[in-house]
């Protein structure tokens, strides 16, 4: 079992910049790649991209490729995801979920791959 917390959400203008934060509360959390989705009102959740588990690597969707960056200190149990040059269509619920597998260093897009989730927090970016 692993519990997730996301937290660092908030409003910001266009081209702006918001650090989302993910903290676990168990050691094993350095043994899962993480996977960062989010989901705007009415439409399905989207891998928005992943770090495997030890940090070497990542994987980043087009639409937020060299926009966004996730790392991670599994000294501190927590995943981050830096968010520049935000855009309105960024607006969502952001969730952080570990992969269902240990030491398992895919980055599968789909959702039910993910077995842990955080509760989400609120991005809005106004135009």
């Known amino acids: 079992q692993v519990h997730l917390v996301e937290s660092g959400g908030g409003l910001v203008q266009a081209g702006g910049s918001l650090r989302l934060s993910c903290a676990a509360s168990?050691?094993?959390?350095?043994?899962?790649?993480m996977g960062w989705f989010r989901q705007a009102p009415g439409k399905e959740r989207e891998f928005a991209g992943g770090?495997?588990?030890?940090?070497?690597?990542?994987y980043y969707t087009d639409s937020v490729k060299g926009r966004f960056t996730i790392s991670r200190d599994n000294a501190k149990k927590t995943v981050y995801l830096q968010m520049n040059s935000l855009k309105p269509e960024d607006t969502a619920v952001y969730y952080c979920?570990?992969?269902?597998?240990?030491?398992?260093?895919?980055?599968?897009?789909?959702?039910?791959?993910?077995?842990?989730w955080g509760q989400g927090t609120q991005v809005t970016v106004s135009s």
């Open positions: 979920a570990a992969l269902s597998v240990r030491y398992d260093s895919r980055w599968p897009p789909n959702p039910a791959e993910y077995r842990y």
């Open positions: 168990e050691r094993t959390f350095s043994s899962y790649t």
């Open positions: 770090i495997s588990w030890r940090g070497g690597t990542t």
